[in-house]
């Protein structure tokens, strides 16, 4: 029988290097354990493997542990383990369990990579992995790069198996005769990325068998896309500037679509990266380089700051000594309003800007505070808390305690530009006397 192979993206694996395998034990790292094992003497390579143990099922880590044991003692490859407590981490930080693995595995795969002189990290994302993701990020808005999907080379990851599908590898593993994990919560609808998988997937392959193929097209079109935005982007940059800045002139002119990619290099240059880079932070640096104003910041959170002195625009980190600290609840007076950490709230009852409220609804005082624990918004059909809120519009840990919270004696009534008391908020037909509360970002 003809020897089963499978296709490696070998020109992303740097030639006579130190790699180091992301191993979980499930069919996709053991294929790519193994297959980089038999190109190892045609491409110069030395492989170190590494397993992290997520906490997410504990009555399984022992056995898959073993089981990357015997696959790196048959392959004479070292292998590193790691151990993390993964839900903690995720109820501490607000995470979803998803995004909480991530960041304890790749914090994990990096300092190995370090310790043991790794040159690159290998993943064994595949092609279904890849559509997946596209289809994720569409549903959640994302822009090109987004619809990009899954990079093959991101940094010191690089994803081999990118090419390869679910199936191919399912064969390579049986032809080999190698043993593999298998998570039965893959097999559940219980997230996005499943439901995807199980449910969406299928559905789309009726109307194209290929449909996985269309995707991961569709993505590299979206990534030559982008390419080419980020490539005009730094044309329009000049040499010789302040590493994190720009002329304000540059926001002002140039296309929509460069704006967001203007904003991602100074934001990397400065040293943010982009994950500080949604919607809405976008929009205010943009207003702010517009604007008349000489001077004025707006705070991206996490310690940044975008600022504006005359005609340039600086991405910055704040000092220590800047850092605003969660104030007191401040009562709200009509038609005074109030600055509150980069925000103006103010309470408006006979001017109709803002979200407006049913006065009979209403408990004086009304006041503006930062999120307390429990806190919890109306909905028709019941409530959700604060917290959930802004895990789910992705508002980063470090900025949620300096939105806005307006509040009377019976509860919450708006959270900043996120939501508001849907049960006391007032409906186009509504005739009743009104109150209306406005909050909005402000550059201070």
Known sequence: MKEQKIQLNTDIIPKGGRILVALSGGADSVCLLHALHGAAGELGLELRAAHYIHGIRPDRAAEELALVRR???RLNVA?????GDVPAYAGTHGMGLEEAARELRYGFLRRTAAETGCCAIAVAHHRGDHAETVLLNLTRGAGLAGLGGIPAVNGDVIRPLLGVSRREIEA?????????AVDATN????CGRNRIRLEVMPQLRLLNPDAEGALVRAAAHAREAQDFIMQ????LLPAGRVPGSAARQCLRDCHPALRRALLALLLDEAGAGTGLLDEAHTDAVCRLAAGERASGWVDLGAGWTARVDYAALYIEKKEASEAQPVRAPVALTPGQPVCWQGWEVCLAPAVPEGTAFRAAGLEGPVVVRARLPGDRVAFPEGHKTIKKIMIDRKIPVKTRDRIPVVCDNKGVLLVGDLEKDRRRAAGKEDTEQRVYICCRRIDI
Request: charge should be negative.
């Open 71 to 73: 696959l790196c003692a």
């Open 79 to 83: 292998l590193s383990v790691g151990q």
């Open 172 to 180: 390579y593993d049986a032809a080999h005769g190698l043993e593999y």
């Open 187 to 190: 097999l559940e609808p219980v």
């Open 232 to 235: 005009s982007a730094r044309a």
